[in-house]
């Protein structure tokens, strides 16, 4: 992976940014130890694993209940690997999108999993009870902390339980059974993204001030005097499919205190075709960061022959997803935006681990330069809390 800036001279600033991030420490936040735990992690996963490939083994389908951290960067990645098994179900309230979801999943043998740190948001706590009335016992999973009610009620059912740490907090958990869970039951590698994100914690961790990361945070505190808005933009679907999640993390974690920058999600080409107009010649409240793939030299030869390659349509998608990529930058940096490219080596699972650990240490440092809290969301209990007194009125 490797970072690039376009239209910035941010660079020769930098330096005022060390000596606050000097007193930068990745113990102040208890739950990077717990997810470096290697060992520890592993032993959960090999428990998680067996019960999710028992469940896969005699279900057709996995339905799982939960929202925003703790469901968005699992469902990003299964979309973006088209897994079509798992349904993700109590993310609203409207009565027809749950309709929607529940004719599809007629006729089939069901997983049930029910996945919340608190075990008591409302939108999941509805769902799930509905649903446990049509799934069997023993095809339900319970993922929350161990100190949640319904953790307690679900173990003296006898129901699988799989424990949240208590330090890991829903947008940072995917590295426990919060990820470990849908992805085995998919039957995708989940330890292939752990060792990326391993990696890229340890390479930062070896050089802080040489780091992406370091370089990420302190271009978007400097462009956050002049800018609202960062949008955030993928031509990659398995990129794009994680964009709603890399949104959550900055918003969530950063927009407090008055503070912060809005992300906005771009999925190229599509939204060229749309406000990609306002992006390049509507008002400049916005920069842009766009997340690449490095390269394929072989589709980018320039002998490149339309007819010849008219039966290989991959690689002819390939080739003008690249050739999109780089006009539009190109166009938008012409047009003065200000640019960021993170551009992945490639788009595995290591690759994509690593992207996971990239986003969550920018945010811890973009977060000690503005000084505010990265692990708390006081705006959205406030919203959870009127929930629970109106409810009770
Ligand atoms: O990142 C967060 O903390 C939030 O997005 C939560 O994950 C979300 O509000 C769901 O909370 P819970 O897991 O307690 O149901």
């Not at 735990?37 to 209940?65: G, W």
């Not at 339980?161 to 907090?169: K, L, N, R, Y």
């Not at 916005?286 to 390269?295: D, G, R």
Request: aromatic share 12%; hydrophobic share 35%; net charge neutral.
């Amino acid at each position: 992976m490797k970072i690039s800036f376009l239209n910035q001279s941010f660079i020769d600033h930098i330096d005022k940014y060390k000596e606050i991030i000097s007193q930068f420490s990745l113990s102040d936040y208890p739950f990077l130890p717990t997810l470096k735990d290697e060992q520890f992690i592993r032993e959960i996963y090999s428990k998680v694993l067996k019960t999710a490939t028992e469940l896969a083994n005699r279900t057709d389908a996995l339905v799982i209940v939960g929202i925003g951290g703790s469901i968005l960067l699992s469902r990003g990645i299964l979309q973006g690997q088209n897994r079509d098994n798992v349904y993700f179900l109590g993310q609203g309230l409207d009565f027809d999108a749950f309709n929607k979801t529940l004719k599809m999943l007629k006729g089939k043998k069901l997983s049930l999993a029910f996945i919340s740190k608190s075990g008591t948001t409302i939108e999941c706590k509805l769902m799930f009870e509905y649903l446990k009335n049509f799934v069997e016992k023993e095809n339900i999973v319970v993922i929350s902390s161990k100190n949640s009610q319904i953790y307690k009620d679900a173990e003296k059912e006898d129901i699988s339980c799989f424990e949240i740490p208590e330090s890991v907090g829903g947008r940072f958990s995917f590295f426990t059974p919060v990820g470990m869970f849908p992805l085995a039951y998919a039957k995708l590698d989940f330890l292939k993204f752990y060792n990326g994100f391993l990696q890229e914690i340890k390479s930062f961790e070896n050089d802080i001030f040489n780091s992406n990361e370091f370089s990420y945070a302190c271009a978007r505190k400097e462009l956050s005097s002049n800018f609202q808005v960062e949008s955030v933009i993928s031509f990659d679907y398995k990129i794009q499919s994680l964009l709603p999640c890399i949104c959550q993390l900055l918003a969530e974690s950063l927009g407090k205190e008055n503070k912060g920058i809005y992300p906005s999600p771009c999925y190229f080409s599509e939204d060229l075709h749309s406000i990609g107009q306002f992006m390049q010649e509507g008002k400049k409240c916005f920069f842009e960061t766009f997340i690449t793939c490095a390269k394929d030299e072989k589709n980018n030869s320039k002998n490149f022959n339309f007819n010849d390659e008219i039966n290989n349509i991959k690689s002819i998608y390939k080739k003008y997803n690249s050739v999109a990529c780089n006009s539009s930058i190109k166009a938008h940096a012409d047009g003065g935006n200000k640019i960021i490219n993170i551009e992945l080596d490639s788009l595995s699972e290591e690759e994509c681990g690593r992207l996971i650990a990239f986003f969550i240490l920018s945010v811890l440092l973009y977060a000690k330069l503005d000084g505010v809290n990265p692990l708390n969301q006081g705006g959205v209990e406030n919203y959870k809390s009127n929930m629970k007194k109106f409810l009770n009125e």
